[in-house]
């Protein structure tokens, strides 16, 4: 149970919805405490009156209780029965012109339990419930409470304070949250990922490859491992973001060459690593990616056009534990430089014995 509350409320912070609910349940207990407590004191105080409308109040309040899942029922008839009471209190006057205080809360409840714009539609439509009451000639003539003039001209401008102040309240808290929330989806976004070309980093790797193993179609898994040929001298030939812009091409080109099942990810510098748990052939797709590669033409602001080509490894294993899987990097790894030992731009597969 207790972890259940630990969960709620941790969750809460940053769901709206969550936080509503949680709000709107125990502003119905608290009232419900409230109303049972009040309704045992005018039994004590033999205040009749008050005795029936703070029991039915508490009855209500556990209705809501029940029925605080289904929200859209629930807190229209909560708001109803709140200012029919509020409206009591302001016509009775009700213990000596003290529950009509209650009304001052309103602005900072509703903006909680309701947020800013249901809680302003609320707020509102209780200031011209007591505009009309206090303001008005018909609505005075309701009054049974003697207030004086001063207190029923003030009241008013109190309650718009109060209100203003809570709209702030929570307009602030809504715009830091979608902030620190919005900051957040784009740390752990960037806590998987690669900065520059959106492909997933070593971590996000780690956390998916025992997805990929588990699910893999076939027993045997096929790696594949790309490095961009003589990536040095592009960038000292043509700058480091011409550098960027060339791994982003490849990230790109990789992407558009392989299916949904695969596991990709940068490795590594200019280095790309792929998993593939798919019934595709590996050879086949590391070939497909090295001719697109081949073929891609760089159109650079200076006017120039630049190729580049990429070096790739290829191995087979059985899919098994991550961390032995880990282990096999090293053999596409071996397939990836003796590519580039046998002159670049070609595809090597580990089992060709090119070690």
């Given at each position: 149970m ?5 969960t709620?409320?941790?969750?809460s912070?940053?769901d709206d919805?969550?936080?509503q609910?949680?709000l ?6 608290i ?8 309704t045992v ?7 009749n ?5 703070t029991?039915?109040y ?9 029925l ?8 229209p008839?909560?708001?109803i029965e709140?200012?029919i009471?509020?409206?009591f209190?302001?016509v ?8 009509i205080l209650w009304?001052?809360?309103?602005p ?7 947020g800013?714009?249901v809680g302003s539609?609320y ?5 011209i419930d007591?505009i009309?009451?206090?303001?008005m ?8 409470y003697?207030?004086?003039d001063?207190y029923?001209l003030?009241?008013?401008f109190?309650y718009?304070c109060?209100?203003?102040i809570s ?6 808290r809504?715009?830091t ?11 752990r976004?960037?806590?998987r990922?690669d900065a520059?070309t959106?492909a997933?980093?070593r971590h996000?790797?780690?956390?998916e490859?025992?997805k990929?193993?588990s699910?893999?179609s076939?027993k045997?898994v096929?790696?594949i491992?790309l ?6 001298h592009i ?7 011409v550098?960027d ?5 490849l990230s790109d080109?990789?992407m558009?060459n392989?299916?949904e099942h ?8 200019e280095?790309?690593?792929i998993?593939m748990r798919c019934?595709?052939?590996p050879m086949?797709?590391?070939?497909t990616?090295r001719c697109d590669?081949e073929?891609?033409k760089m159109?650079l602001?200076?006017?120039?056009s630049?190729r580049f080509t990429v070096?790739?490894g290829?191995s ?8 032995i899987f880990?282990?096999r ?6 397939a990836?430089?003796?590519?580039k030992?046998a002159?670049?731009?070609i595809?090597?597969?580990?089992d060709?014995?090119?070690?």
């Amino acid at each position: 149970m207790l972890n259940y509350i630990k969960t709620i409320l941790l969750t809460s912070y940053k769901d709206d919805k969550v936080r509503q609910q949680l709000l709107f349940q125990l502003l119905n207990f608290i009232l419900f405490t409230d109303a049972v407590t009040m309704t045992v004191v005018n039994i004590a105080t033999k205040e009749n009156i008050l005795f029936w409308v703070t029991a039915i109040y508490a009855i209500l309040c556990l209705k809501n209780l029940v029925l605080s899942r289904k929200s859209y029922i629930a807190k229209p008839f909560f708001f109803i029965e709140t200012i029919i009471l509020l409206s009591f209190f302001i016509v009775t006057g009700f213990p000596g012109g003290f529950s009509i205080l209650w009304i001052l809360m309103v602005p900072a409840v509703a903006m909680s339990v309701f947020g800013v714009k249901v809680g302003s539609v609320y707020s509102i439509v209780l200031f011209i419930d007591v505009i009309f009451f206090f303001w008005m000639p018909s609505g005075r003539d309701l009054l049974m409470y003697d207030y004086s003039d001063t207190y029923m001209l003030r009241f008013p401008f109190v309650y718009v304070c109060i209100y203003l102040i809570s709209f702030y309240v929570e307009w602030i808290r809504q715009k830091t949250m979608e902030g620190l929330i919005e900051t957040e989806r784009k740390n752990r976004w960037l806590y998987r990922h690669d900065a520059l070309t959106g492909a997933y980093n070593r971590h996000a790797f780690h956390e998916e490859l025992s997805k990929i193993l588990s699910n893999a179609s076939n027993k045997v898994v096929g790696t594949i491992m790309l490095d961009i040929d003589n990536f040095k001298h592009i960038n000292d030939t043509y700058g480091h973001n011409v550098g960027d812009k060339v791994i982003c091409r490849l990230s790109d080109i990789i992407m558009k060459n392989i299916c949904e099942h695969c596991l990709f990810c940068r490795w590594g510098g200019e280095e790309f690593l792929i998993v593939m748990r798919c019934e595709h052939d590996p050879m086949k797709i590391a070939e497909t990616i090295r001719c697109d590669v081949e073929q891609n033409k760089m159109q650079l602001e200076t006017g120039e056009s630049l190729r580049f080509t990429v070096s790739v490894g290829v191995s087979f294993c059985e899919a098994a534990d991550p961390e032995i899987f880990i282990e096999r990097v090293n053999d596409v790894d071996k397939a990836m430089y003796a590519a580039k030992k046998a002159g670049k731009n070609i595809v090597v597969g580990f089992d060709q014995n090119f070690m």
